[in-house]
């Protein structure tokens, strides 16, 4: 396969790949993928423990019944998932075993699509990530690409059509047994409760393989959009286009409205917007929040983050301050990881915030009521946090900045 991706293959096209996924040694390289993710079970209840204490049995009759085309979905079990602005979404959890199978077709797969996907798509891709997409846009704005096309396609898992995702599949693949099992997938059932229905549109959020059918379904765009001399930066659906002018962020807007439309896709009217990036409140992108020269964590990010302190520093707590501040610095060390190219004064309230939530744990100790303010500062100091190994957002950006500027 390697060989064949960089001398082509006959035809333009694969007209062999199902081996490549039915195979057991393909089978047990997409378990272990899907053992290492965890995540909960599907509509028939088997979790990754049960899986994994018969795997090897479960792997060979999948193998066989891949072969002989006796394999059939189980359906996808939905829950609902909170949404930084209150709202949920919904999330389609596949089976243990369609994840195995939905794992090995990704795998072969994603090689020969990569060959042909777009620079400016950063989303579920290997070598590829958010912080890349990130660097992307600001290096765009600094080169005074501030008008910002801020896009929002509507519903987009759910509207992806059947036949033309099928269609854009098929200008690389020609097994005909691949491209059915592709299909079973997109034609699962969905389960909720009771209720059980065939979806006649979409791929699921959480089934293994939607990320790179999204990405096959948008990629025309991708060409596009590039191909015009629009300076597109995605990730998965979510998107910005950089432009130098009002005008020019005007036609892209029109432009990438046209290409949807062809697609069965539609840009959502409110949350699609034209953006002075040198004007409040700017823009958002993955969780970052752009406004001039300035980053900050998007208030829906900051809040999230509160939110898991909150649960952790409860005033009623019995454990230890110290085993309070381990658990606490798990979440800011992580949280600081991602959000660690903001603008310093984005972590000021935080800090204070948090030292609040503890300085309220010991004044309810001390039998006094209430958040912890006014004299709490003279009794537990910022330094008594920091002695005890609190994590200051402040203190570790300001090592980074020095980092940076020693590097240099």
Same mark, same amino acid.
């Given at each position: 396969?390697?060989? /064949?991706?960089?001398?082509?293959?006959?035809?333009?096209?694969?007209?062999?790949?199902?081996?490549?996924?039915?195979?057991?040694?393909?089978?047990?390289?997409?378990?272990?993928?899907?053992?290492?993710?965890?995540?909960?079970?599907?509509?028939?209840?088997?979790?990754?423990?049960?899986?994994?204490?018969?795997?090897?049995?479960?792997?060979?009759?999948?193998?066989?019944?891949?072969?002989?085309?006796?394999?059939?979905?189980?359906?996808?079990?939905?829950?609902?998932?909170?949404?930084?602005?209150?709202?949920?979404?919904?999330?389609?959890?596949?089976?243990?075993?369609?994840?195995?199978?939905?794992?090995?077709?990704?795998?072969?797969?994603?090689?020969?699509?990569?060959?042909?996907?777009?620079?400016?798509?950063?989303?579920?891709?290997?070598?590829?990530?958010?912080?890349?997409?990130?660097?992307?846009?600001?290096?765009?704005?600094?080169?005074?690409?501030?008008?910002?096309?801020?896009?929002?396609?509507?519903?987009?898992?759910?509207?992806?059509?059947?036949?033309?995702?099928?269609?854009?599949? /098929?200008?690389?693949?020609?097994?005909?047994?691949?491209?059915?099992?592709?299909?079973?997938?997109?034609?699962?059932?969905?389960?909720?409760?009771?209720?059980?229905?065939?979806?006649?549109?979409?791929?699921?959020?959480?089934?293994?393989?939607?990320?790179?059918?999204?990405?096959?379904?948008?990629?025309?765009?991708?060409?596009?959009?590039?191909?015009?001399?629009?300076?597109?930066?995605?990730?998965?659906?979510?998107?910005?286009?950089?432009?130098?002018?009002?005008?020019?962020?005007?036609?892209?807007?029109?432009?990438?409205?046209?290409?949807?439309?062809?697609?069965?896709?539609?840009?959502?009217?409110?949350?699609?917007?034209?953006?002075?990036?040198?004007?409040?409140?700017?823009?958002?992108?993955?969780?970052?929040?752009?406004?001039?020269?300035?980053?900050?964590?998007?208030?829906?990010?900051?809040?999230?983050?509160?939110?898991?302190?909150?649960?952790?520093?409860?005033?009623?707590?019995?454990?230890?301050?110290?085993?309070?501040?381990?658990?606490?610095?798990?979440?800011?060390?992580?949280?600081?990881?991602?959000?660690?190219?903001?603008?310093?004064?984005?972590?000021?309230?935080?800090?204070?915030?948090?030292?609040?939530?503890?300085?309220?744990?010991?004044?309810?100790?001390?039998?006094?009521?209430?958040?912890?303010?006014?004299?709490?500062?003279?009794?537990?100091?910022?330094?008594?946090?920091?002695?005890?190994?609190?994590?200051?957002?402040?203190?570790?950006?300001?090592?980074?900045?020095?980092?940076?500027?020693?590097?240099?």
């Amino acid at each position: 396969m390697l060989e /064949a991706l960089e001398t082509g293959v006959k035809g333009g096209k694969w007209h062999s790949l199902i081996d490549k996924v039915n195979r057991e040694e393909s089978l047990r390289a997409a378990w272990k993928q899907v053992e290492a993710r965890r995540g909960g079970g599907g509509v028939d209840g088997e979790s990754i423990q049960l899986f994994a204490s018969r795997a090897e049995k479960r792997l060979a009759r999948l193998s066989e019944q891949l072969r002989e085309g006796t394999y059939e979905p189980r359906a996808v079990k939905r829950v609902w998932i909170p949404k930084g602005d209150g709202k949920r979404r919904p999330l389609g959890v596949p089976t243990i075993i369609d994840r195995v199978v939905q794992t090995s077709i990704r795998n072969a797969m994603e090689p020969i699509f990569e060959r042909k996907f777009a620079g400016c798509s950063y989303g579920f891709r290997p070598g590829r990530g958010c912080k890349d997409a990130l660097r992307e846009v600001v290096r765009g704005l600094k080169q005074g690409r501030t008008w910002v096309v801020d896009v929002d396609i509507e519903q987009y898992f759910d509207s992806i059509d059947h036949e033309r995702l099928m269609d854009e599949v /098929a200008k690389e693949i020609a097994d005909s047994s691949l491209l059915k099992l592709i299909r079973q997938f997109l034609e699962q059932d969905v389960m909720e409760g009771m209720k059980r229905w065939q979806p006649e549109k979409g791929t699921p959020q959480g089934a293994v393989i939607s990320p790179l059918l999204a990405n096959i379904y948008l990629h025309p765009i991708d060409l596009a959009m590039r191909g015009e001399g629009y300076r597109l930066v995605r990730y998965a659906d979510d998107m910005v286009i950089l432009c130098e002018s009002r005008e020019e962020a005007e036609r892209a807007h029109a432009r990438l409205g046209e290409l949807l439309t062809e697609r069965g896709l539609r840009l959502h009217p409110v949350k699609t917007r034209l953006v002075d990036a040198n004007i409040r409140p700017g823009f958002d992108f993955l969780g970052y929040r752009f406004f001039g020269k300035y980053r900050y964590p998007r208030p829906s990010s900051e809040k999230k983050l509160r939110g898991s302190i909150r649960a952790k520093t409860p005033r009623t707590s019995g454990e230890s301050l110290e085993a309070t501040i381990k658990r606490v610095n798990a979440t800011l060390r992580g949280w600081f990881e991602y959000f660690k190219h903001s603008s310093r004064h984005a972590f000021d309230a935080i800090d204070k915030w948090v030292r609040m939530r503890h300085r309220s744990i010991l004044r309810k100790r001390s039998k006094r009521g209430g958040r912890g303010r006014g004299l709490d500062h003279i009794r537990w100091p910022n330094s008594f946090f920091q002695q005890r190994g609190l994590f200051s957002l402040v203190e570790a950006h300001a090592r980074l900045l020095q980092s940076v500027t020693s590097a240099h």
